[in-house]
């Protein structure tokens, strides 16, 4: 299912950031619609250490959804700069010196180099190893109640299609007898035509006989009984799933799956405008429950 969250957390000096500068750690999770779980990770160099934990936090609460975690540290300078000692200095110079003379063609210092690296960064100063899950837990937290309502929307929505299509079968149901009922009129009326064609050639008992095989071999190659009956069973599944809740996406896959059959097969077997018609209705409300279901977990 779909979803967003997000969660902040700022450190200072006294979190163990560098004097005179604030870092700020922010972290996204999307969520789209997939049938499997797929996680994707864009992190900030400082923090690929923590993908491993953070794809074991995912894994555990999540089952279905295409998944993506941002995190990054955003540094913010204070408005006083914080003066370098005179032996960080004499360290920076020694270690340029060092570097020149191995390497002639390097570029020296500048000034904002200089304030740089004597500041430290608080990207280094501060541990992120205890922020950073706890704030993915947070927006976790968040976006897994975000699904949550979405998916007693989908439910509702769900419901809704189930009962339309309770009303299909259940004005599907009376149109074969009728129909069996006018075939057999028909190949009676046929009968009694061939019977004054025949004029006695043919025998009365033989000819209606027949009349009435034909009428039968009809009434069994129309009737939809089953694929009603095994429809309504497939729809009171779903709805007990859909009530009870959990995992159980896949599970309503497979139903839907189920269910197009049905209605595929209802739809071979129609011999009116009406039975198609139905058929297709059928088809159209099933493929949008196919298109919601694969957004539930």
Known sequence: MTGYASAQHGASAEDGGAPGRASRLGL??????????????????????????????????????????????????????TTPSTTQLQQLAMLQDSIQAWLPQARALSVADALRLCSGGSHA?????EI????????LTEMVAARAREG????????????????LAAH??????????????????????AMALGEGSVAPEAAQDRALTEATAFAIR????????????????????????????????FL???LHREANTLGSKSATLELTRISVDMKVLIEQMREQVQNIE
């Open 28 to 81: 996204e999770i999307r969520s789209v619609n997939s049938r499997f779980l797929d996680l994707s990770f864009r992190l900030s160099d400082e923090l690929r250490a923590h993908e491993p934990a953070l794809r074991a936090l995912l894994t555990a609460r999540l089952k279905r959804g295409k998944v993506e975690v941002r995190a990054a540290i955003e540094t913010e300078s204070g408005s006083t700069l």
């Open 256 to 258: 839907i799956q189920e």
């Open 132 to 139: 950073l899950p706890a704030l993915a837990e947070q927006a």
């Open 172 to 193: 599907a149901g009376p149109l074969v007898p009728q129909l069996v009922e006018q075939q057999r009129q028909r190949f009676m009326e046929r009968w009694k035509d």
């Open 222 to 253: 129309i009737d939809v009984a089953e694929e009603i009956t095994r429809l309504s069973s497939h729809l009171d599944e779903i709805e007990s799933l859909l009530k009870k809740g959990g995992e159980i996406g896949k599970r309503l896959d």
């Open 152 to 167: 007693k929307r989908l439910s509702a929505m769900l419901i809704d299609r189930i009962a339309q299509l309770r009303k």
């Open 125 to 129: 100063a501060t541990d992120w190893s």
